[in-house]
């Protein structure tokens, strides 16, 4: 007989994988969010547990507040067990200035979040869960804020001064880590594109579309 056993997924990401509306800065539906687009695609033989966080980083200790994320991993894993497979998507926040990080760098840093994730007994059996590494879109310019509200420019230009550069990497070096350790990658940018309404967020469609992409890359 085959395995009837219900399968659970963890997303552990940012504020792309909590929900948050560019914009806005409200919170998309659940059914919205591309971890409920997930679950819709997946369908019952699935757990999807959601674990976003708005401002999360990869190893990086943000002077704003407690948003490292390899701190985090080790309770939001145990409250999963068992996990058989987690989706890693972070990095989009590393890429503030204030952390001075270069692409090669934040994907050692997602590195190291697979490595924990891969070092633990949160898996079936007490083993570890699978992983499926995710290089996060490139950020987007910002359309027409300049000419509309030149100071919300002059914000994200400072905030993410060499981020649209260096999100442009993420892809290959991503790639490279993923590889390295043996685990699944998924490029997001080739499923979704960063919203321009604020540089850093996705559309409700951009959701639905990635949701299906790591749906497809789960069912093998």
Not at 139 to 161: K, S
């Amino acid at each position: 007989m085959g395995d009837t056993r219900e399968r659970t997924v963890l997303c552990f990401g940012d504020s792309n994988t909590w929900g948050f509306e560019p914009g806005t800065g409200a919170r998309y539906a659940r059914t919205v969010r591309w971890p409920g687009v997930l679950q819709r695609a997946l369908g019952r033989a699935w757990h999807v547990i959601e674990a976003g966080q708005n401002g999360r980083t990869t190893v990086f200790e943000d002077p704003l507040g407690d948003k490292r994320g390899l701190r985090h991993l080790p309770s939001v894993l145990e409250s999963a067990a068992p996990a058989d497979v987690v989706v890693v998507m972070l990095g989009t926040n590393d890429l503030k200035t204030r952390f001075g990080a270069s692409a090669f760098e934040i994907a050692e840093g997602a590195g190291a979040v697979v490595d924990a994730v891969r070092g633990s007994t949160f898996g079936p059996a007490g083993g570890a869960p699978d992983v499926l590494l995710v290089a996060p879109p490139p950020l987007a310019t910002l359309g027409g804020w300049e000419a509309r509200d030149p100071d919300a420019y002059a914000g994200f230009d400072t905030m993410w001064r060499d981020g649209l550069a260096t999100s442009r990497a993420f892809a290959h070096q991503y790639e490279r880590v993923a590889r390295s350790r043996g685990v699944g990658f998924l490029d997001a940018g080739l499923h979704v594109s960063t919203s321009d309404v604020d540089g850093v967020h996705w559309s409700a469609q951009g959701h639905e579309a990635f949701g299906s992409a790591v749906a497809a890359a789960l069912r093998p």
